[in-house]
């Protein structure tokens, strides 16, 4: 019977991880929606979800920065995407940034 129970708890715990796991993934995803958005892409609704208009919208965002269009979410992405925000908040141009050294050419 103990080891039902450990087995049970084990099962549970594990269970839980994996749900803030996927909780804080489904954050990283809205933000990355979020930002997509304010850029001027369509991800779609800011829902968390990984779609297929996620996808795209990641895509046409790398393809604009010129890098490999993967769709997927990384830290460079995450990096890039907060980089041109700050850029567009600022007033900078992707070409004025590499002109004044803000950014190093690709």
Known sequence: MQKILRIFALMLLTLSLASGATHHKSKIV????????????DPGPADGMMGPNTRAAIK??????????????????????????????????HEAEERNGIKAPD
């Open 60 to 93: 046409a965002f790398q393809k604009s920065i010129r890098r490999r269009p993967t769709g997927r979410i990384t830290k460079h992405l995450l990096w890039e995407l907060h980089n041109m925000l700050n850029s567009a908040a600022a007033g900078f141009s």
């Open 30 to 41: 809205a933000k990355v929606q979020k930002e997509l958005t304010e850029l001027g892409y």
